[in-house]
């Protein structure tokens, strides 16, 4: 079940400079530890706008989903993320109304991999991608 809008990926060319000019838009914005991220080659920085982040996600290595995106479609909202009770549960439900996902079983995620996470495959949600996210507890 959808619990929440969790947050916003903004896809940079240049994290230094998105940090400078969204700090002085929202304030504080929070280094992400790579190691926090499903896909290795990414860096990025958080803002909390109450409970929902956005995020600003910079590729390192030309090959990972961010690099592309910038790529093909300039800067700009890269991922719209939903929290789920229950990645494998969520998929299993959406899944008939046409929503395909990029990995048949849900992705650990995090430094100590306790989260899980799934991402709609852009074509099959109208040209934006869902990120189906489970926070570790």
Do not use: C, W
């Amino acid at each position: 079940m959808i619990k929440r809008f969790y947050g916003i990926n903004i896809a940079v060319k240049d994290l230094d400079e998105a940090v400078k000019k969204y700090s002085a838009v929202f304030g504080n914005v929070t280094l992400i530890d790579p190691g926090e991220f499903a896909f290795p080659g990414l860096k990025g920085a958080t803002i909390k706008v109450g409970d929902v982040s956005i995020n600003l996600i910079a590729s390192t290595q030309p090959n990972t989903s961010i690099a592309r995106f910038l790529d093909s479609k300039g800067e700009g909202v890269f991922l719209v993320s939903v929290q789920v009770d229950d990645v494998a549960g969520t998929m299993k439900q959406v899944e008939p109304a046409g929503v395909q996902f990029v990995s048949k079983e849900p992705m650990p995620f995090g430094k100590d991999k306790q989260g899980k996470v799934n991402f709609a495959h852009p074509r099959s949600m109208n040209g934006v991608q869902f990120e189906f996210i489970q926070p570790k507890e």
